[in-house]
């Protein structure tokens, strides 16, 4: 069988990580960039080397589930079909499975995942890649026998370090949680206190013993147990704190042992009895506490909420032939049902739709609605290929009450950039061009950054410089600091860094197309991935059939991406060197594209604007030249600070704002390519505004007939990339 083939990476890299010795498990604040809030970190968390499996197997050629079905059927194993998992007989089991596992209706107890081939064996709690399963199958026919000793995987042997590091990880977890009290061990007004302070004064005492929560008196946090394994032992602690932010505002900040990314807890499953086949789905433990008080039924919390639903827990939901997710009451929420739905098998899943009626499931316990009514009126997740109105009017609505939540993904350190594009939406394509050297690539990497930090699940694909190199670059901009003079902050800055949803494709120079997207797939699955960066088009040109024109390739490429965007449900940026450059002119959208096709299928066309000197290293502006959310398109300088390699908008006073200036196209249409100088540029750097075409509104009504047909001058087509 084919070796594993590395392709995903996350930071470290080959970073050697800090080995502390701390012990202590006081809480420190530090903000949580998944979730965007600030979390009660425990050093404790901070005292165990980090994942040291940080370069990811996938299989060279993926499996796909004809690919297994096939082999288990070479093999004589019988299987059935299940939602996201093929259900196999155990062959871990040398007696008739009927242990303590969760077992599908024929006591098949294997679970292997239709994407990965990842396996999990309830029974027995061995878990492995496809190619462990073949590896045992081939032994057991090799050998004659009928079943395998469970400790030919689970022996697997860990260093001494990740031994240590287990130990201790479980020792702080006992820790933890033998020194929180249980909710009836408190008193009657420190009980109620705390359930207020998170929110929770409506569930009972009686419902948080069901679910074995306690509270943490150090840190005044809640405690969320994790019990599995065979022996449905302790294996982690989640703890959620409350604290206030600068403006007075409430926040909840939480911590995991083990961290976040081992950390594969469905709160509430003990609960689940192996007969019950329905399941509500939710993002957080207090919503799963209410739902099941207020309807009696099962119901589970994810345990990193709407980041990722990691499909190493979808085993756990096979035995459910109806899944409602009830995420959370807002747009984020709504947007990951609809994705974890996919994971999940849409024909089981209904989604709650959030609303001021439908908002969270602890809200709606609090404000004494009917939960039971809210799960029966949620919508089923398939949809059909023809709607009508009716069908899509709830969702029209949806979009118009929460306009800020649909812009999606605001830019933190770009605010001009929010202002024009309104923010970083799922399933767009965005195109970033700029003159070869003049920063493409360290500007997007702070654009990604940005959006990083603030929870988007972030993959690079950086074929022209390395991921140590861009790593570095990263590490760099997020610090906002030449780290080279401060080494000793180094691990600091590195161990928040690590904390980012950011992962790395390991590709270096010329990769084929379909490994690329394979890749991409792969990760949205794995990791919930929704924006790929991709640095840059050229690299893939190269492997693809080179007696075709070269514009045909280019289009092809665009299209690729642009359907994997559109049918993942991801953003994919990729940059493009422009076709031709001229010293004297800026570039313009027509610089990118090979034909009008292309242009057509990019959502956002952004271009890192350079003015030549002489003298110094020119100005850079970003030009917004396509924008097809709300058409608006514009410029506005930026400021490179070569120490931290981050842009900047120049102080106010210190730049001039320029304008766009349209341009009649041959087609009628016009287009944001060319700038100059704004004759108001006073007035107008007052109100700091992004000089917008819609200035002038005869044209500015063209300008988004011309943005949405993506139509552009075909002017100076037709030269080499
Ligand atoms: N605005 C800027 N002013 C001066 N130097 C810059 C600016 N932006 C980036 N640089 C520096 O220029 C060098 C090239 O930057 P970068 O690799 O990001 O450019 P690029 O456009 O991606 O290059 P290429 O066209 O080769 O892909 C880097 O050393 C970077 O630090």
Known sequence: RHAPQRCLTTFPLSRQPPWHSQTQAFAVPRLCYATKRWSVSLNLCRTFKKDTKSTLDIP?????????????????????????????????????????????????SIFVDKTTGQFLCMETGVEGSWEDLQDCLEVMQKEGQTSMNPNVLLGYPASLEEQEEREM??????????????????????????KTMFGMGKLTNATLKRFN??????????????????????????????????AGQVVYTEATVPRPSSYHNLFGLPLVGRKDSEVVLTGREADSMAVSQATGLPSLALPRGVSCLPPALLPYLEQFRRVTLWLGGDMRSWEASKVFSRKLGLKRCSLVRPGNQQPSAAEALAQGRNLGRIVKSSIPAAHKSIVSFKQLRDDVYGELSNTEQVAGVKWTRFPDLT???KGHRKGELTVFT???????????????????????????????????????IMLTQFSMQRLEDNLEQYDAWADRFEELPLYFMTFHGQQSLKVVLDTMQHAVYLYDISHVVIDNLQFMMGQENLSVDKFAVQDHIIGAFRKFATHSSCHVTLIIHPRKEEDDKELQTASIFGTAKASQEADNVLILQEKKLVTCPGRRSLQVAKNRFDGDVGIFPLEFNKGSLTFATPLKGKHKLRKVKLEKTEEGGVEGGEV???????????????????????????????????????????KDL
């Open 60 to 108: 060279l050629g993926p499996v796909t589930v004809t690919d297994i079905k096939h082999y288990l059927r070479s093999k004589d194993v019988p299987f059935h079909d299940g939602y996201s998992c093929l259900h196999a007989p155990s062959i871990f089991c040398e007696q008739p499975p009927g242990g303590s596992g969760t077992l599908s209706k024929d006591g098949f």
């Open 169 to 194: 990880e479980l020792r702080e977890v006992q820790r933890i949680w033998s020194s929180a009290v249980p909710f009836s061990d408190l008193h009657d007004e420190d009980a109620q206190l705390a």
């Open 213 to 246: 929560v306690r509270f943490f008196k150090p840190t005044k946090s809640l405690v969320f147990p994790w019990f599995g394994g065979r022996d449905s032992g302790l294996r982690g602690v989640k703890l959620l704190s409350a604290g206030t932010d600068a």
């Open 419 to 421: 202002k024009i594009l």
């Open 434 to 472: 700029g003159p070869t050297g003049s920063g493409k690539t360290t500007f997007i990497s702070e654009y990604a950054l940005d959006l990083c930090m603030n929870g988007v699940n972030t993959l690079w694909g950086s074929f022209e410089i390395n991921n140590v190199r861009l790593a570095k």
């Open 676 to 718: 100059e100088m704004s004759k108001e540029v006073g007035k107008k750097e007052k109100g700091e505004k992004i000089e917008k075409p819609a200035k002038a509104p005869r044209t500015a009504k063209t300008v988004k007939g011309a943005q949405a047909s993506g139509k552009t001058s075909p002017k100076g087509e037709g």
